[in-house]
């Protein structure tokens, strides 16, 4: 027999089935897989990005603040303001200028300048020169500590960033010069590259100050990053993704603002290269997966064959079948799957037709013989059947009759039940309100609680306040002692000053200098009682207010204790209503109970009476059909003697037609 070929026989659709359930995973997991890396990739990167610009603005925002502390603590230096005001204790300002630098150890350079602008001093003894043009020397001169743009030294041609904070007069509190420091930008691309990715710094007008990749020399171009989000935005932080203008493909940038200079710190990241990883999984995925899939394809082949193998033997002996001829497989009966069943099955049903045959061979003799008998019989069946008919349809009248008076009865009884499940509707939404009136009491409750609470540690922390006002008083107490002490001190020293400058007249010419001193020493002590006393005058003003707010917080106390009474009694109130409430909700609950009892038996009744209606009408109607049944007997009677006879010729072109089996 002829193989059918191509897709459409079994075994290259199993094959292809069996390989289709294979790839079809494998290309869901390898999909799966790689965009499962890359947003884990993703995610991770914009994470470790974000962390990497924060940590290279913490060390670059400790060199500023460091930079600013020195300087500040540097230009409060009273040698500082003297030098600027009399051009003295230059030796003891460039000392400390020095200790700074050596702190630092950069080969950074710290400028002193006058309120003219003019370089006053520098640590590196280069040559003086005027700097009022500057923004920051501007900037610092305001009262605020200023820092500049990226500059470029006209006489070293180094590019750099200058530091500049105020000097002020200790006296007048006014600028009278600025101090300020140098950094080289290049010095910042080993802070940007050790912690970074393509790390980078912008000053704030946006031109790009250091790189970690490359140093920038002041001869090149400048680059300025004006319409990158962050230089739109005064945002602290941020992320954000940039597509580059030349190569096309994507970036991440992360950015920090440094909070001293007003720069920002970037860190940028190739999304390529966050993805390279994923991409590199996926493709070793996909060449195991087509290492796997070959292999499953020769596994689908040779299971394919010991498919259709037995499938082959069992059409060839049902071909056979069809001839005419019984041929049992004598193959793969030995096998213990389904395909060893449908074998055997296959031989079992050849073995039953070959049997049933030979029965029909045999049964086909007696079909005539009973045939004849048939007919007579049909013939005292049809006398009984008139008399059955007869009985049958008096019977049916009774029953139509019965299912009218129970169908009424019914009727009534679907009334009553729609009544009691009225009531018992109205009985639960009365329920579910007692429910609610409940909930609503023990929220009030709660609440009630939860301010009497919350008054009650009022009144302990207005007793706190009262407590430390009262140590207050007692403490400025005590400074008025001590400032008696003083005006005591004062006195004292006054008149020693004066016997001094009774002794010193007594000197003569010898002891002028010693009166001058004991005049100074007068003067001090009368700027020492002034002093007491406006201390003394202060301290009595911050008693009395004390005293007040004592007064206050006892009023309020008392106020707070009343309200805490009258919290008390409508909680008690509240508290009675919730026990009533929760009395009504048992009644209703009780009133449902019976209700739904109620319903329950009348729906008994009601079900009762409706399977009683439907088995008078099931009577009626049997007994009507079984009337037009017995009818169809009788006619059916009168036919069988006709096929009685018709049979008996079917008999015999049987018997010729199993003659074809051999």
Known sequence: MQKKKGISSVKTRLIISMVAIAAIPLMIATINTYLSFSESAKKKAKETLSWSAWYIECEINDLFARTEYSLNTLASSPSTVNFLKTGDSKNEVKHQMDVINQMFDDGNTIVLSNSEGMMALRSDDNALADISARSYWQGAMKGATTTSPVLVSASTGVRSICIAVPVFDLDTNEVIGVLHRNYDLSSFRNILGEDGEEAFLVDYEGTLASHAFFDISADDEAVVFSDSEFMKNDNEDGLYTKQSDTTGKNSYIAYVREPITGYIICDALSIDSVTAAARSSAIMTSIVGIILLAIAGILAYLQAI???????????????????????????????????????????????????????????????????????????????????????????????????????????????????????????????????????????????????????????????????????????????????????IASQTNLLSLNASIEAARAGEMGKGFAVVAEEIRKLADDSNNMASEIRAEMDALLNEAEQAVHAAAQVMEGNVEQNKALNATFESVQGMLSDIEDTVKSVEKIAEEADTCVSANANVSNAMTSLSAVSEENAASSETTGRSVQELSATVTTLADSASHLKKVAEQLNEEVKFFK
């Open 306 to 488: 010991s498919f259709t193998k037995p499938i082959i033997e069992v059409n060839n002996a049902l071909a056979t079948l069809a001839g005419g001829m019984f041929r049992k497989i004598e193959k793969y009966t030995n096998r213990r799957d389904e395909f060893g069943t449908m074998v055997n099955s296959t031989n079992t049903l050849v073995e039953q037709l070959l049997s049933i045959v030979g029965h029909i061979k045999e049964s086909s003799a007696t079909v005539g013989m009973a045939s004849d008998e048939l007919s007579s019989m049909a013939d005292q069946i049809a006398h009984t059947t008139e008399a059955v008919s007869t009985s049958v349809h008096h019977i049916a009248q009774g029953a139509v009759q019965q299912a009218e008076d129970i169908h009424m009865a019914a009727d009534e009884t679907v009334k009553i039940t729609d009544s009691v499940e009225s009531v018992q509707s109205s009985t639960k939404e009365m329920s579910e309100l007692a429910r609610r009136m409940k909930e609503a009491s023990e929220e009030s409750t709660s609440s009630l609680d939860s301010l009497r609470n919350a008054s009650n540690e009022m009144t302990a922390k207005i007793d706190e306040i009262s407590t430390r006002i009262s140590s207050t008083q007692n403490a400025v107490t005590n400074i008025n002692d001590r400032v008696e002490g003083i005006s005591g």
